[in-house]
């Protein structure tokens, strides 16, 4: 099983401003795997974007890359 979780992480890492608060946590069910990004509150903002397009973005690129495993990708945004 392939892990591509650390490139969620400097992705992630790379646009916001409390990078040493940055918790993501992977789960798997069969073929899928979710990655729960956990942030700063200041930050959330930047990780999800305008209208949403910044995690949208986010979610494109992991899902291109768990097609090349054969897997589905989710990434959600924890807010709490």
């Known amino acids: ?13 790379q ?3 409390h990078p040493d608060e940055l918790v993501i946590t992977e789960e798997f069910e069969g073929h899928s795997r979710t990655f729960l990004i ?3 509150q200041e930050d959330v903002g930047k990780v999800i974007g305008k209208s949403g397009r910044v995690v ?4 494109c ?4 890359i768990a097609s090349k495993y054969r897997e589905k990708a989710f990434v959600k945004v924890v807010t709490e």
């Open 56 to 59: 949208s973005n986010i979610r």
């Open 1 to 13: 099983m392939n892990s591509y979780s650390p490139f969620v992480e400097e992705v992630v890492k």
């Open 38 to 40: 956990r942030c700063n």
């Open 61 to 64: 690129v992991v899902s291109a």
């Open 15 to 17: 646009m916001v401003d």
